[in-house]
């Protein structure tokens, strides 16, 4: 029996030292990012809305489209009426977010060069780089302040530079400020003399971007309104006749479901297609 125990706890030990040849890997934990969440976050930022994050805006359009639904299907007594309806309110908050951070958008867009060259200024003149981003709270274009007071906040209230950093970004929510921030951020751990190169190309570059992308709008314009103008149009006619029973009674029909259903199907391939040949791709977010 002591034999056993004896050769037991020597398998034992020598399983141990081969296990200890073989760490296993530490993985940190890590959230899962998507990529279609974490756009509706950045749209509620540049919309304004900071306090609802994507959970609370899917909840609002769940919230809307079961009230429209259920005051469509009092009013109209047509399932497939009250549901198309239904669908169109929970989509409205969605629609609304999305417009107000595509404006945001583009004003950023034309004001990002004159910050970038208040920095590279603030930079020449001998001032560190937070002091640099804390004048853009006063000096730099109005869009851009109430971002950078917050940093310059956070800076003075903690000292940590780059912690600041990380909430700037997320507080712009821009792929331009994501570029910024890495570049200052990279500007003031390593050091080097070409910072001010780099923000001058920079600014170049924004400048010439925004002048081309702000032509080809002006030109494609008529694309996307005409798009949204042929979504609209059958649901407004839809809605008026709503407003007289008698044009609905086609619809508690299986036939009249299946017409609006395909009429629903078809105008949304229609508009996603149109807006994609009129829209110009947005910058994605690569340095969040």
């Not at 979504?231 to 609006?260: C, D, F, H, K, N």
Request: glycine share 8%; aromatic share 6%; charged share 20%.
């Amino acid at each position: 029996m002591s034999g056993a125990m004896v050769g037991l706890t020597l398998g034992l030990g020598l399983a141990c030292i081969w296990w200890s040849f073989w760490p296993r890997p530490e993985h940190a934990p890590q959230r899962r990012r998507i990529a279609l969440l974490d756009g509706l976050d950045d749209d509620l930022v540049l919309a304004g809305i900071r306090a609802v994050r994507w959970p609370g805006l899917l909840a609002v359009c769940l919230i809307g489209g079961t009230i429209v639904l259920v005051l469509a299907l009092a009013l109209t007594r047509v399932p497939a009426v009250s549901l198309a309806f239904a669908v169109m309110a929970g989509a409205l908050p969605l629609v609304v977010v999305r417009a107000r951070a595509r404006r945001q958008r583009s004003r950023l867009r034309e004001v990002w060069p004159d910050a970038v060259d208040h920095i590279a200024s603030g930079v020449r003149a001998g001032l560190s780089l937070p002091e640099a981003l804390i004048q853009l709270g006063q000096r730099g274009p109005s869009e851009l302040r109430p971002a950078f007071e917050a940093f310059g906040h956070d800076y003075r209230a903690s000292g940590l530079f780059t912690d600041s950093l990380d909430r700037l970004k997320e507080r712009m929510a821009d792929p331009v400020a994501d570029r910024l921030v890495e570049a200052v951020r990279l500007a003031r751990e390593v050091g080097g003399s070409d910072l001010g190169r780099v923000l001058r190309t920079l600014s170049t570059f924004l400048r010439e971007d925004a002048r081309s992308r702000a032509e080809l709008e002006a030109r494609q314009s008529w694309t996307v309104n005409a798009a949204r103008l042929a979504m609209v149009a059958p649901w407004v006619v839809l809605l008026l006749m709503s407003t007289r029973g008698t044009a609905l009674q086609a619809y508690r029909e299986p036939t009249g479901v299946v017409i609006l259903v395909v009429g629903a199907v078809l105008s949304v391939v229609a508009y996603q297609v149109m807006v994609r040949i009129g829209r110009l791709p947005e910058e994605q977010r690569v340095l969040r």
